[in-house]
């Protein structure tokens, strides 16, 4: 391995540590353990130990030439208290490797720290905009009049209460699937209700939105989550939204089954979360033509909900006679199975 590569690979490895951690903060504590070059080592290991104070600081430095080894430790000690103490431990665990980088390694590890920084940055604020897209999207498709409320008061009660959390959502996405959906539940807003939200929103792309058939209009009372689907009353977010591809051809009893076992803490989304998937992303409906969700049953629960887009008349239809046992010639939506709900 070249001298180059071994030089991006360690500083690579030792930029990891400085994760979460200001730029700038990362900047001043790689120039005072630059400072702290040809200390004795067992003085380095003493000073690794984080768990000194000023007294032991003067047995460690007694000597008054000293002072400004003890000041630049103070200064490292001052800088690393502001952090969480494990991210803290952590840094000065590499002290001895970060005495002694170079001038080169010490500034590859800067470089490494203000890109992941940008970047991270950058996510940020993509996330946010999705976020007020959603929340947007719901109050220009008339979802507050639909559940009787001002819209003021659902876009403060959302963005104050969800947004701050998004960035707390571990291992988000803003490709190959939805990183979040807003979810209005079930107790605010009826199955009704969003058909004909959806009916408004996609007439301009020359679909229509409707029930299957009577029945199904009458049973839509009796869509019950099936068993470990955590929701709420009040609204949230579902996290990690994708169309899994591998559903087609599987009978809903056999997919919910495999869900567990392949998709590591997944689950299926319900059919009144389809709703707020759907309004958001009528493109899916486009795409996929037939859209199964396997969250909820139907009845005596030997059936589950769909969403079909009949390409001749281009209407989307809601229905609710697929069996358990029977192939689905379309794909189920699957989310994380942990929500985040208001508190």
């Not at 490895?13 to 200001?22: M, R």
């Not at 209700?193 to 299957?212: P, V, Y």
């Not at 209407?315 to 989310?335: A, E, N, Q, W």
């Amino acid at each position: 391995m070249s001298r180059l590569l071994r030089c991006i690979e360690f500083t690579t490895k030792i930029s990891e540590i400085f994760d979460g951690v200001d730029p700038a903060k990362v900047q001043q504590i790689l120039e005072i353990f630059d400072k702290l070059k040809g200390l004795p080592m067992d003085k380095v290991e003493r000073v690794c130990s984080f768990d000194i104070n000023i007294s032991d600081l003067f047995r460690i430095f007694p000597k008054e030439d000293q002072e400004k080894e003890r000041k630049n430790v103070i200064e490292i000690y001052n800088i690393l208290s502001i952090l969480p103490q494990d991210k803290a431990r952590k840094i000065m665990k590499e002290f001895k490797k970060l005495i002694y980088l170079t001038t080169e390694e010490r500034n590859s590890v800067a470089e490494i720290v203000i890109s992941r920084e940008k970047t991270e940055a950058k996510k940020r604020e993509n996330l946010e905009k999705l976020f007020d897209d959603q929340l947007d999207n719901l109050i220009k498709n008339n979802v507050p009049d639909a559940i009787g409320v001002a819209s003021e008061w659902l876009r403060e009660l959302i963005s104050i209460a969800l947004k701050p959390k998004i960035h707390k959502i571990e291992g988000l996405q803003l490709q190959d699937e939805i990183p979040f959906v807003i979810i209005i539940p079930q107790e605010m807003i009826t199955i009704t209700k969003w058909l004909s939200l959806i009916d408004n929103h996609i007439k301009n792309r020359g679909m229509r939105c409707r029930f299957k058939s009577s029945s199904d209009l009458y049973i839509q009372g009796i869509i019950h989550n099936i068993k470990n689907i955590e929701t709420d009353h009040l609204p949230y977010l579902i996290t990690h939204v994708k169309v899994d591809k591998k559903s087609i051809g599987d009978t809903p009893r056999k997919h919910l089954s495999s869900i567990g076992d392949r998709i590591n803490q997944k689950r299926a989304v319900t059919a009144h979360e389809s709703m707020n998937v759907v309004i958001q992303y009528p493109d899916l409906m486009e795409t996929f033509k037939n859209l199964y969700f396997l969250g909820s049953s139907i009845g005596n629960e030997d059936r589950v909900a769909s969403l079909r887009l009949d390409e001749t008349d281009g209407v989307v239809i809601f229905g609710t006679g697929h069996r358990l046992d029977y192939p689905m010639k379309g794909y189920s939506i699957i989310c994380s199975s942990n929500i985040i709900k208001i508190e």
